[in-house]
């Protein structure tokens, strides 16, 4: 008798413990998630597009990151109010039909590229290398190079960098990146090429960093004398 009531009392203990574990183990899930929601819901009480400086003073940049490396979904900075939307295609949310993105992809702030220096009228494109980040997160990158393309025929050119902190950082340019990871290029320019579908986009080739640096100041100084003064 007084063994089942040993054995009683050691299962009862187990289960209380068990509960309790888990318990405290969702309440630090909770409590993770919690801290994580609050800096992403921080972020997007403000304008990605002008709340943010586009330069730092040791020449990285900041990224507002739009579409998540690996993902699909085609969301962009709204030019009215600087939040990150869905975009619509024919009352539809737009999906990329192909792989996801093989880098994070963004804007830079305060940037606009019209169509003669290269762009679409929208600040600048920039597809970042690194480990994926929550959609509406600004992150510090360094730039590396620019990829040259033709979107059924019109200019759309694409910047490269790498994110501060990742693995990739201490890579300074396009070349260094095919010396120390071969294909990541290839990668790159195979996906743009194709993800709108066959014979859509075409390539012209890359430029480096220096290029890209041009393209950027160019974005900056249209942006300080086109949208900056009506505000």
């Known amino acids: ?9 050691i299962t009862l203990t187990f289960i209380t413990y068990s509960c309790t574990d888990n318990s405290n183990e969702q309440v630090n899930q909770n409590i993770s998630k919690s801290d994580t929601s609050s800096l992403f819901l921080e972020n997007n009480r403000k304008n990605l597009l002008t709340d943010f400086v586009p330069l730092f003073d040791d020449g990285d940049i900041n990224v507002v990151v739009e579409i998540p490396s ?17 975009e619509m295609v024919d009352n539809k949310p737009r999906v990329v039909d192909y792989i996801g993105y093989p880098g994070n992809y963004g804007m830079i702030p305060q940037t606009i590229l019209p169509k003669e220096l290269g762009g679409d009228g929208d600040p600048l494109d920039v597809l970042v290398l690194g480990s994926p980040v929550e959609r509406g997160t600004v992150i510090k990158c360094k730039l590396i190079g620019v990829l040259y393309l033709l979107d059924r025929g019109e200019q759309d050119d694409k910047l490269i960098a790498v994110q501060s902190g990742s693995s990739l950082y201490h890579v300074n340019s396009l070349e260094e990146l095919d010396s120390n990871y071969i294909g990541i290029s290839t990668i790159i320019q195979t996906w743009f090429t194709n993800y709108k579908g066959p014979n859509k986009m075409k390539s012209k080739g890359f430029d480096n960093t220096d290029k890209a640096l041009e393209i950027l100041h160019s974005a900056i100084n249209e942006y300080k004398f086109k949208i900056a003064p009506s505000k």
Not at 1 to 9: D, E, P, R, T, V
């Open 1 to 9: 008798m007084k063994k089942i009531i040993f054995y009683i009392f």
């Open 70 to 86: 690996g993902t699909v979904d085609k969301w962009e900075v709204d030019k009215t109010d600087g939040q990150v939307k869905w």
